[in-house]
């Protein structure tokens, strides 16, 4: 079982940065790892997704070109920095862990069996 808990979240004007921590206790070396982010009224909906062992970053549309995953050395720590930040991307976020599967890692939410407890972002215009 792996503990995941995130920090970092804040309220910003529309166009600013923030940078969200995830903190796992647990070995997360082979795993799928992603944020999502819940807006009031909305589905849960991935942002960026990563597999730990290896490869690179996966985003959909909406934050592609704009977020950016990050990890510390002893891949403990998943950051994701946020840029150029909308209204849009109002919201709850949270960091979540899974175990790859035949199509890797994706942006399916059933797909991570491990979540924290989630970090307020709100971008006011």
């Known amino acids: 079982q792996v503990r995941l808990v995130e920090s970092g979240g804040a309220s910003v004007q529309a166009g600013g940065s923030l940078r969200l921590s995830c903190v796992a206790s647990?070995?997360?070396?082979?795993?799928?790892m992603a944020w999502f982010r819940q807006a009031p009224g909305r589905e849960r909906e991935a942002v960026a997704v990563?597999?730990?062992?290896?490869?690179?970053?996966y985003l959909p549309a909406p934050t592609k070109g704009r977020f950016t995953l990050l990890q510390d050395n002893a891949k403990t720590t998943l950051y994701l920095g946020m840029y150029r930040l909308k209204p849009e991307d109002t919201g709850m976020y949270y960091c979540?862990?899974?175990?790859?599967?035949?199509?890797?890692?994706?942006?399916?939410?059933?797909?991570?069996?491990?979540w924290g407890q989630g970090t307020q972002v709100t971008v006011s215009s």
């Open positions: 979540a862990a899974g175990l790859p599967n035949g199509d890797g890692c994706s942006f399916v939410k059933q797909q991570y069996t491990n």
């Open positions: 647990g070995d997360i070396s082979r795993l799928c």
């Open positions: 990563i597999y730990m062992g290896g490869g690179s970053e």
